[in-house]
């Protein structure tokens, strides 16, 4: 007999072990699915640990909801979150049948568990301060051929899984040394593209660069923005033109108060009503 | 409460996995009910150890579990290799053989 804290505890997790179970029959995401498994696993866990087994409640929790449950919803991933089934039966009868089966089978083995004595049970009462132990005691004396087996099972299991997701590379790698020589033979462009702003007056994203002749460049503008018609004519700047003219170096954009700024209608921007101290500020 | 409860629920647990088998499409899930009748098996394996006070019994279950670990490794390769010939998860549709 249990305690009957052991008992409180069973008829609380049972039932719902059993509805959580039901989730993986009647779930239709398969990710609904897995975390109801989750759950009866963890709960399971709980019971293991209540069935005096603390070892095996302890590697129920790794083993089972850390790593297998976790590679179920690493597939689910793969394969995609929303891979519902098929309502279309190809055998037919076939749920039908499987009810019946099911149900059949619950009511076999129920009544047969239900005509079956069990006597009262002995518990580990012996055993339970010194689990791990105990066990490691039975499976590395009575039970190591076994072991021996697991071990070479699992290293199996892991080469069959690392052989059959294997796929052959039907093409040859594409390396940078590839695409560059191909940028070569084909005579497109080597460098990166100029950035939007460089030498304009601002440096938004949608003011192109300004070559060395002060005329706007196309391709220093995203391609989208392009399209969309968002670019702006490349600001010129008056000074520059005069200096230039006068043949005379221009100084660095930031050291200029720019004239223009404030009656452009770019300038419209909350940004630039606010503060009008200085340019530098404003590029920022 | 009798120990016997712990096989009821064991019973219970290994039909809805067994039930899942049968009516389920997707593979993933028909895995799942697997592994829910191996947990189910687990318990039973655990309840009785208890009742018999032998320890054995919880060795056959952390046996079950690395074999189930071997099991899901490579049974969901086998899922993710379908998937990606095929493009598909459900366990009707692995009709190669047919006609």
Redesign the interface.
């Known amino acids: 007999?249990?305690s009957?804290a052991?008992?409180v505890l069973?008829w609380c997790l049972?039932p719902l072990?059993?509805l959580a179970?039901?989730g993986?029959?009647f779930a239709r995401k398969?990710v609904h699915?897995?975390m109801s498994?989750v759950f009866?696993?963890i709960c399971?866990a709980v019971?293991?640990i209540a069935?005096?087994?603390p070892?095996?409640g302890i590697?129920?929790v790794v083993?089972?909801t850390g790593?297998?449950m976790m590679?179920?919803l690493f597939?689910?991933m793969?394969?995609g979150v929303d891979?519902?089934?098929?309502l279309?039966e190809?055998?037919r009868g076939?749920?039908y049948?499987?009810?019946m089966?099911?149900?059949g089978?619950?009511i076999v083995?129920?009544t047969f568990?239900a005509r079956?004595s069990?006597?009262q049970?002995?518990?580990?009462?012996?055993?339970v301060d010194q689990?791990p132990t105990?066990?490691a005691r039975?499976?590395l004396g009575?039970?190591v051929f076994?072991l021996e087996l697991?071990g070479i099972?699992?290293v199996?299991?892991?080469l069959?899984?690392l052989t059959?997701?294997h796929?052959r590379r039907l093409h040859p790698r594409v390396s940078q040394k590839d695409l560059a020589d191909a940028r070569v033979a084909h005579g497109r462009r080597l460098t990166p593209l100029p950035s939007p702003g460089v030498f304009a007056g601002r440096n938004a994203m949608d003011v192109p660069a300004l070559d060395p002749d002060g005329n706007p460049v196309e391709s220093s503008v995203s391609r989208v923005l392009r399209a969309r018609g968002q670019d702006q004519v490349a600001f010129v700047d008056p000074d520059i033109v005069q200096l230039t003219e006068a043949g005379e170096s221009a100084p660095a954009t930031w050291n200029r108060v720019n004239a223009n700024t404030e009656s452009a209608p770019e300038a419209a921007a909350p940004n630039d009503s606010v503060d009008k101290s200085t340019p530098e500020e404003q590029e920022k | 409460m009798e120990y016997s409860n712990y096989l009821y629920l064991a019973v219970l647990l290994f039909c809805v996995g067994a039930a899942t088998v049968l009516l389920r499409r997707n593979a993933i899930i028909v895995f799942m009910g697997i592994e829910l009748m191996l947990n189910a098996a687990n318990l039973a394996f655990v309840t009785f150890s208890r009742m018999h006070g032998d320890i054995t019994g919880q060795v056959v279950a952390f046996f079950v579990m690395t074999v189930a670990a071997a099991e899901v490794v490579v049974g969901l390769a086998i899922i993710v290799s379908i998937y990606r010939s095929r493009r598909t998860v459900s366990v009707d549709d692995v009709s190669l053989l047919k006609n």
């Open positions: 007999m249990t009957p052991e008992a069973f049972a072990m059993v179970s039901l993986l029959l398969a699915a897995t498994v009866v696993m399971l019971l293991y069935n005096e087994a070892f095996l590697a129920q083993v089972y790593a297998i590679l179920f597939v689910i793969l394969v891979a519902s089934d098929s279309v190809t055998i076939q749920r049948l499987g009810w089966i099911g149900v089978l619950t083995l129920l568990l079956v069990f006597d049970g002995i518990g580990h009462s012996a055993t689990n105990a066990i039975t499976l009575n039970y076994p697991v099972l699992l199996t299991a892991a069959a899984a059959m997701t796929q």
